[in-house]
């Protein structure tokens, strides 16, 4: 089975950095997604990390740390557009990609 | 391109009736296709997946079935709809590699 650790909620200001973080753990490891959901909207792809360390793609970048289980999605120069559920999903490897999503973590960016 | 369309949009249906949620994907062959659910403020709840024509898989045991009668076709059933049927269905589509590609959601209310 997996388990899979993210903060509930976070808030943060306009023009500012945040990072979320996710701790999982799962029976073998393929690699992790990051998705952004906002309300009422189904999620959309933001990364895919397989090997160790940080990847950028404009104002957001994400971590992995395969040994420790852990991947955080940095977000810089916030926006108000950025309100949103932020969902950390490992795939592990069951032999079919079968995408296990934690609960998320709904930032709320205010000005 | 590929697309992924699932309708209706949005139901209201009373206790123990029928339900009936269609995804049909176009641009690809024999997508893995699945079917999420998302309770109101919880995170996706995977609820079934399929590898190909009439290979339906079970994560949790609920009052819901799936079916998929074509390649590109999957649908999910109710016979019966409970109040806690309520909630955020979402279809998705990969290629077993890597991203899951979302419809666009189907809000179920159950009264």
């Known amino acids: 089975g997996q388990n899979i650790d993210q903060p509930t909620e976070m808030t943060a200001t306009e023009g500012a950095i945040v990072q979320i973080n996710c701790t999982y753990q799962?029976?073998?490891?393929?690699?992790l997604f990051w998705y952004q959901q906002h309300a009422g909207e189904a999620p959309t792809f933001l990364s895919y990390?397989?090997?160790?360390g940080l990847e950028e793609k404009g104002r957001f970048s994400s971590f992995l740390s395969r040994s420790k289980g852990y991947s955080y999605l940095l977000l810089k120069e916030l926006q108000m557009k950025d309100s949103a559920s932020y969902l950390c999903?490992?795939?592990?490897?069951?032999?079919?990609?079968?995408?296990?999503f934690g609960t998320g973590t709904r930032l709320l960016v205010s000005p | 391109s590929q697309t992924i369309h699932q309708w209706p949009a949005t139901l209201v249906q009373p206790v123990g009736s029928p339900l009936s949620l269609e995804c049909t994907v176009e641009?690809?062959?024999?997508?893995?296709l699945y079917w999420y659910r998302q309770a109101a403020g919880r995170g996706l709840q995977l609820l079934f997946y399929?590898?190909?024509?009439?290979?339906i898989s079970s994560e949790v045991p609920q009052n819901l079935s799936a079916s998929r009668p074509q390649d590109r076709q999957f649908i999910l059933s109710s016979k019966k709809l409970l109040l806690s049927d309520s909630g955020f269905y979402l279809c998705?589509?990969?290629?077993?590699?890597?991203?899951?590609?979302f419809g666009e959601g189907s809000r179920l209310t159950v009264l």
């Open positions: 998705a589509w990969s290629t077993g590699s890597g991203e899951l590609f």
């Open positions: 799962t029976s073998g490891f393929n690699g």
């Open positions: 990390n397989v090997l160790d």
């Open positions: 999903a490992p795939w592990g490897n069951t032999g079919f990609q079968k995408l296990v």
């Open positions: 641009g690809t062959s024999n997508p893995n």
């Open positions: 399929s590898v190909g024509i009439g290979q």
